[in-house]
């Protein structure tokens, strides 16, 4: 997903596109333990969207104030 797309979800949404991205992350990380990933950059990208998804939850959860002070 791109950044667009994730700050257009609502807090109910980005919630529950990150609880599906951690699942998925543990599934890499399992195949990656077995030695079945055959790609090792999804791990990387996986991570990347849970913070970019994090990201998109602090600051609705701020009220859009996202100059780094609270």
Do not use: Y
């Not at 890499?28 to 990933?37: D, E, G």
């Not at 090792?40 to 780094?68: F, M, S, W």
């Amino acid at each position: 997903m791109k950044n667009e797309e994730i700050k257009a979800l609502n807090l109910e949404q980005l919630d529950a596109r990150l609880k599906e991205l951690k699942t998925e992350l543990f599934n890499l990380r399992f195949s990656h333990a077995t030695r079945n990933l055959a790609n090792p950059l999804a791990i990387r990208n996986v991570r990347k969207e849970i913070a970019r998804v994090q990201t998109a939850i602090r600051e609705k959860a701020n009220g859009g104030n996202n100059d780094g002070k609270k």
